[in-house]
C-alpha cells in the first residue's frame, strides 16, 4: 500500500518561505510522476506543481510560477516543495500526490495516491 506522508507547513509572515516534504512508502517511487496541490477554504483543490519521474521536467500553475520549486530525491523517495516569497493568498492545506501516468500531470483525476495534508498559513 503506498503511503504519503507530508510535513514542514506552518505559520509564516508574508515574504517569508517554507519548505514542504513528503515522503513516500509502500511503491516503487521513481515510477510516479509526483504533484502538489493544495486547498484553501470553501475552494477547489487547485494545481501547485508537477514533476516527472526522473525530476528532469517540472511545470507550476501560473499562480506560484516564480515562486514555488518542486524537487525530488529517488533515494530518499522524497518530494519537496520550495516555497519562496509566500503571500496571505497562498495559506491553504498542501497534499502531495503520485500517479502512475507518465510525463506530467496536473488533474485531481489522474493521481491515485494523496497525503492527509499539511497546513500553511502566510499572515500579513
Known amino acids: 500500500q503506498v503511503q504519503l506522508v507530508e510535513s514542514g507547513g506552518g505559520l509564516v509572515q508574508a515574504g517569508g518561505s517554507l519548505r514542504l516534504s513528503c515522503a513516500v512508502s509502500?511503491?516503487?517511487?521513481?515510477?510516479?510522476?509526483m504533484g502538489w496541490f493544495r486547498q484553501a477554504p470553501g475552494k477547489e483543490r487547485e494545481f501547485v506543481a508537477t514533476?516527472?519521474?526522473?525530476?528532469?521536467?517540472?511545470d507550476y500553475g501560473d499562480s506560484v510560477k516564480g515562486r514555488f520549486t518542486i524537487s525530488r530525491d529517488n533515494v530518499q523517495n522524497t518530494v519537496y516543495l520550495q516555497m519562496n516569497s509566500l503571500a496571505p493568498e497562498d495559506t491553504a492545506a498542501y497534499y502531495c500526490?503520485?500517479?502512475?501516468?507518465?510525463?506530467?500531470?496536473?488533474?485531481?483525476?489522474?493521481?491515485?495516491?494523496w497525503g492527509q495534508g499539511t497546513q500553511v498559513t502566510v499572515s500579513s
Open positions: 509502500g511503491g516503487t517511487f521513481s515510477s510516479y510522476v
Open positions: 500526490a503520485a500517479s502512475p501516468f507518465s510525463g506530467l500531470a496536473y488533474s485531481t483525476s489522474v493521481y491515485s495516491y
Open positions: 514533476i516527472s519521474w526522473s525530476g528532469g521536467s517540472t
